[in-house]
């Protein structure tokens, strides 16, 4: 249950970050940079974008595998 609650929590999390986080990090950090040509800039652009997403879903997962803690060892 610990896995599916994880998947679910990443899963959330990295379309929150995708839908209306990303897109912003991603133009600000190119905004930072001098580029010297488009394909430059789309590409900094994508792979923060990605890696934002990639971070977020980490997030997620952590946060869901927190959220249903460890478990409890058998008394036998």
Known sequence: M??????????????I??????SKIASWVVNGFT????????????AVFMGVNVLALLV???IGWGLVGAPEPDDD
Do not use: I, K, N
């Not at 599916?4 to 990295?14: F, I, P, Q, R, T």
């Open 2 to 15: 610990r896995y599916v609650v994880a998947m679910l929590s990443a899963g959330v999390c990295a379309f």
């Open 17 to 22: 970050a995708a839908a209306f986080l990303s």
């Open 35 to 46: 580029f010297e040509s488009p394909d430059q800039v789309a590409t900094m652009h994508g």
């Open 60 to 62: 997620g997962w952590g």
